[in-house]
């Protein structure tokens, strides 16, 4: 369910972000929240190997794993210079698979024609995915802590 309150914590948090990381020039940021209404945010890994980049998002979602929370928001956001606006980027499509662990509930920003902040589903991103493929007992997804174990 969309959470305007969540959606513009998550726009500052990662504006404030690409601010203090890229002062100039070219800038992304990315925030995830989860159930636990813990903010985790990254950035892309520069270097001079195209192929060992990472998207924006890994490092957040990467600590969502880490500490065994359910993510129910994402947004990566993106300017070209300290002089123009932010944009925000849909997920990939592979960090539509990534996100995706967390359940088709997970509200995540998308890059809309008049550049307005949107959050949707990601369901309504991929209606036909291949999961519907199998039995939801099937695939691997997000299973909370056990009550007995950190």
Known sequence: ??????????????????????????????VIRT??????????????????SLCIEVGAICEAHKYNEKVTHCLCLVRDSEADPERILSPCGICQERLR???????????????????VPLKELQPYHWTAAYPPEELEHFRPAHPDRP
């Not at 959606?7 to 948090?13: A, D, M, N, Y």
């Not at 972000?17 to 990315?30: D, E, F, K, S, T």
């Not at 997970?106 to 959050?119: C, D, K, N, S, W």
């Open 101 to 119: 662990f967390w359940g088709d509930e997970v509200q995540v920003g998308v890059t809309t024609p008049e550049g307005a902040p949107l959050f």
């Open 35 to 52: 159930e636990q209404n813990h903010y985790f945010s990254s950035v892309a890994i520069e270097t001079a190997n195209s192929a060992a």
């Open 1 to 30: 369910m969309r959470d305007p309150i969540i959606e513009q914590k998550l726009f500052q948090l990662a504006r404030e972000l690409i601010r203090q990381r890229y002062p100039v020039g070219w800038g992304g940021a990315a």
